[in-house]
Structure formats: structure tokens, C-alpha cells
């Protein structure tokens, strides 16, 4: 839904409700977001092994809030993921929209520095005469790729447990996915699709290494990812499987290269 139609659906919506007409089904408000539950364990696909960086991963959080941040690694190389929280949402129930969107930057960071996962919590908050929605934790994975085999093949990924596209991000780059669904059921948040923004690009600042630029122009974020058919013999930490909500996960690729220069 683009944001035109979001707009005039909204400005529906509103004189539907200000008339008595939507009660049930409807929901407007915004949706905060943070990360939590990050993992220290997993394995590096492409023959990479498996790492255990109880001891030895580096990574931060912040939120809750429109905004939330995880990032990983060792610095200059962190990766790192921001995800912007849809601030106005009109919609009904069971009709598609964007939660949010998720940038993700692909830095190179020591093997042993990397956590293996996080999961991203998202919370609604209501207004008006708006209904509550419950709390969605979305699992998150990271699946490290060694290098060598081309950019497109080495490019790290974003994928969610049980949709059929993931979001690839080549080296040193970073990419925007847009995590769209709708509120069904309880009611509860239902992902449905991850796609890319294809005009949004974003690099290190040159400037600052703990920095991240983002610029946008026609076409420049297909330099950065693009979306594909989710790998189905990723490995995946056994400690995802006891998170969860719904059947949901995130698995995010990111390549880094052993600390032994």
C-alpha cells in the first residue's frame, strides 16, 4: 500500500469512525519497537563452522521507541540493523500494511565478535477509539556466509521464518527491507512480506566509523541488495526455536573474516 492510498484509506477510515460506522476491526495509532534476547551461539554457512561467543560477542540495543537499533561486531566493521516503526497506522483488520522498515548494514567484523540472533519486539499503541493489538516478538537469526564465491553469492541476508523472499545485502553496504502484514485474528500482527526499498542506500559515514549514512535516489538501493528465494539449508541456533510467536523468525546473514590480522 503506497502511502497515497494510506493517506485517503486513512482519511476513510476516520469519517467512518467519527460517524459510528468502524468499531470492531479498526486500528490507528503507532507501533513502538525494540530488540532483546540476543544469541551467542550459532553457525557460519558455506563451511564455516559453528561458534559459541558467549565470551566474545560485542553488541548493543536501544529502544523501545520509533526507532530501534541492534548492532553487532567490531568496530570499524559493526553490522548493524535499525528498524522504523510505522507512527500512523489506519487501518482494518486483515487489510495489508507496513509495519515498519528494516535497514540493515552489512559491515566485516572478527568471526568470534558476532552475536547469532536477537528478537524484535513489536508493541502498538493505540488511539481513539482504536482497538489493542498484542505484542509480536519476532525472532531474529544471523547467519554469517564466508566469501569467495562472488557479491551476490557472499551477500548476507534477512529472511523471516515462514515468508518466501529474503533480503540480501552485499559487503560493506547496507540495504532497506520493508516488513509489511496486516492484524488479524485476536487481534495479533500477521507478517506477510519482506521486500526491498529499491531508492534507499546506505554506507559507513566517511567521516565518523561508529556512523551509518543513508541516502535515497532512484534505483540506488539495488546496488546494496536485493531479494530472493529464502536458502532452505541455512543452519539455524536451537535456541530460535524455543523463541517465537506464531511460527515467525528472522534470520539475518552477515560475512565477517577471523580475527587473526
Same mark, same amino acid.
Given at each position: 500500500?503506497? *502511502?497515497? =492510498?494510506? =493517506? ?9 469512525? %467519527?460517524?459510528?460506522?468502524? @468499531? ?8 513502538? %519497537? ?8 550459532? *553457525? ?30 567490531? %568496530?570499524?566493521?559493526? *553490522? ?10 489506519? $487501518? ?10 528494516? $535497514? ?7 568471526? @568470534? ?29 544471523? /547467519?554469517? $556466509? ?13 529472511? /523471516?521464518?515462514?515468508?518466501? !523472499?529474503?533480503?540480501?545485502?552485499? @559487503? ?22 519482506? $521486500? ?19 541516502? !535515497? ?16 539449508? /541455512? ?27
Amino acid at each position: 500500500m503506497n *502511502s497515497l =492510498t494510506q =493517506t485517503v484509506a486513512g482519511a476513510v477510515i476516520s469519517i467512518l469512525t %467519527a460517524c459510528g460506522v468502524v @468499531e470492531a476491526g479498526f486500528f490507528q495509532g503507532s507501533i513502538t %519497537a525494540h530488540f532483546e534476547n540476543p544469541v551467542l551461539q550459532g *553457525s557460519v554457512a558455506a563451511g564455516g563452522g559453528f561458534f559459541n561467543n558467549t565470551a566474545s560477542a560485542h553488541y548493543s540495543t536501544s529502544g523501545p521507541g520509533s526507532v530501534a537499533t541492534l548492532q553487532w561486531g567490531s %568496530a570499524p566493521g559493526f *553490522s548493524q540493523i535499525n528498524f522504523f516503526a510505522n507512527q500512523n497506522v489506519s $487501518t482494518l483488520s486483515d487489510t495489508p500494511f507496513e509495519f515498519g522498515t528494516l $535497514t540493515y548494514y552489512n559491515g566485516t567484523s572478527a568471526l @568470534e565478535s558476532l552475536i547469532f540472533g536477537a528478537t524484535l519486539v513489536l508493541d502498538f499503541v493505540p488511539t481513539g477509539s482504536s482497538q489493542s493489538v498484542d505484542t509480536l516478538y519476532l525472532p531474529l537469526g544471523i /547467519v554469517t $556466509t564466508l566469501n569467495g564465491n562472488g557479491a551476490d553469492a557472499d551477500a548476507d541476508y534477512v529472511s /523471516v521464518t515462514g515468508l518466501d !523472499r529474503s533480503l540480501f545485502v552485499r @559487503e560493506n553496504l547496507g540495504a532497506t527491507g520493508i516488513l509489511s502484514g496486516s492484524i488479524i485474528g485476536d487481534p495479533i500482527f500477521m507478517p506477510l512480506t519482506l $521486500t526491498l526499498d529499491p531508492d534507499t542506500f546506505t554506507i559507513l559515514d566517511p567521516n565518523d566509523p561508529t556512523q551509518l549514512q543513508t541516502f !535515497r535516489g532512484p534505483g540506488i538501493g539495488d546496488l546494496a541488495g536485493f531479494t530472493g528465494p529464502t536458502p532452505s539449508a /541455512v543452519p539455524e541456533p536451537s535456541t530460535l526455536a524455543l523463541v517465537g510467536l506464531g511460527g515467525f523468525g528472522l534470520a539475518f546473514g552477515a560475512r565477517r573474516r577471523r580475527s587473526a590480522a
